[in-house]
């Protein structure tokens, strides 16, 4: 995606759902982890596979979705 460039859509890949990098993690993970109160600190160390720029852009990728649900995500 040319917006996320850390998003990744591969139906290969966790049924397709966003994932960062292509690794197994998805986004959702990400924000639950998120809203229960660990931080990114705490993520950082149980992902150490992840970077500080992917969780800021999971965020991102959040708040897109939440904007602009009715927009085609391969549109970006």
Same mark, same amino acid.
């Given at each position: 995606?040319? $917006?996320?460039?850390?998003?990744?859509?591969?139906?290969?890949?966790?049924?397709?759902?966003?994932?960062?990098?292509?690794? $197994?993690?998805?986004?959702s993970?990400?924000?639950?982890?998120?809203?229960?109160?660990?931080? $990114? &600190?705490?993520?950082?160390?149980? =992902?150490? =596979?992840?970077?500080?720029?992917?969780? &800021? &852009?999971?965020?991102?990728?959040?708040?897109?979705?939440?904007?602009?649900? &009715?927009?085609?995500?391969?549109?970006?």
């Amino acid at each position: 995606m040319k $917006r996320f460039p850390r998003i990744t859509l591969d139906p290969a890949v966790m049924a397709g759902r966003p994932c960062v990098r292509g690794l $197994r993690v998805t986004v959702s993970t990400l924000l639950r982890l998120m809203a229960a109160g660990h931080s $990114r &600190e705490q993520i950082l160390a149980e =992902y150490p =596979y992840l970077q500080a720029g992917d969780l &800021e &852009e999971a965020l991102a990728f959040a708040a897109w979705l939440a904007e602009s649900p &009715e927009e085609a995500l391969t549109s970006q």
